[in-house]
């Protein structure tokens, strides 16, 4: 009753609800067609419970899932980044075979956003589609290749990262990038400047062997 009410607040409680019983190990998958209803709503709080839910339980209600697709792709046009960045993270954690080229579609469109925070959301995307379709490797690595053309430290840092996971022998790709990256690596995480340092470590040795052969 909650779900179907026309109040977001009455929906917030039933997905807070939802979560409380999903940690105590309870089995809330029966709510599925109720959840998915309400993946269209404006609330920021109950859109992203909403999210949670249907990727956690997509796979075993993969057709009630898809019905969510349009909902997604109509939040990836969205005029806030936070929804946008929701919205591709939710997409590329389907784990919905007949979806995933829809997926990469959107992918496409993402890593061109005009928001650092919707392009960082398609860097951690990437190394999530790349684990369900590894055959569109080489699709995925171009994408990789222009994310590491960013200035902003976030997205470089989520960019590295991704390349850490899908192509790590592809030095080729940092040839033009390594000073700045290097120029940026203050500015990273710490998580990132450990993903960075090893594969920068790695990047120079490769580059002294290649020398030193030649």
């Excluded at 026309?6 to 979560?19: G, I, V």
């Excluded at 609330?43 to 209600?61: C, G």
């Excluded at 057709?63 to 590329?92: G, T, W, Y």
Aim: proline residues 3%; positive net charge.
């Amino acid at each position: 009753q909650l779900l179907d009410s026309n109040q977001e607040k009455n929906k917030l409680e039933a997905m807070k609800r939802l979560f409380a019983l999903m940690t105590m190990g309870r089995d809330v998958s029966a709510f599925f067609p109720d959840v998915v209803k309400n993946v269209i709503v404006d609330s920021m709080e109950v859109k992203k419970l909403v999210y949670m839910y249907l990727v956690t339980h997509s796979e075993d209600n993969q057709e009630l899932a898809l019905l969510s697709i349009n909902s997604f792709q109509k939040d990836l046009k969205h005029q806030s980044q936070r929804v946008r960045a929701n919205a591709m993270r939710a997409m590329a954690s389907l784990r919905i075979p007949v979806v995933m080229p829809l997926i990469i579609r959107a992918l496409k469109t993402v890593v061109k956003d005009s928001s650092s925070y919707v392009r960082r959301a398609a860097a951690s995307s990437i190394v999530k589609i790349y684990k369900n379709t590894p055959e569109e490797k080489e699709l995925l690595v171009g994408m990789i290749a222009h994310l590491l053309t960013s200035r902003e430290p976030e997205v470089l840092c989520s960019s590295i990262y991704a390349f850490s996971q899908v192509c790590p022998d592809r030095y080729d790709l940092l040839h033009e990038h390594f000073r700045h990256i290097c120029e940026l690596l203050a500015d990273f995480t710490e998580w990132g400047q450990i993903v960075a340092l090893d594969i920068l470590l790695r990047y120079s040795r490769h580059l002294h062997r290649y020398h030193r052969c030649s």
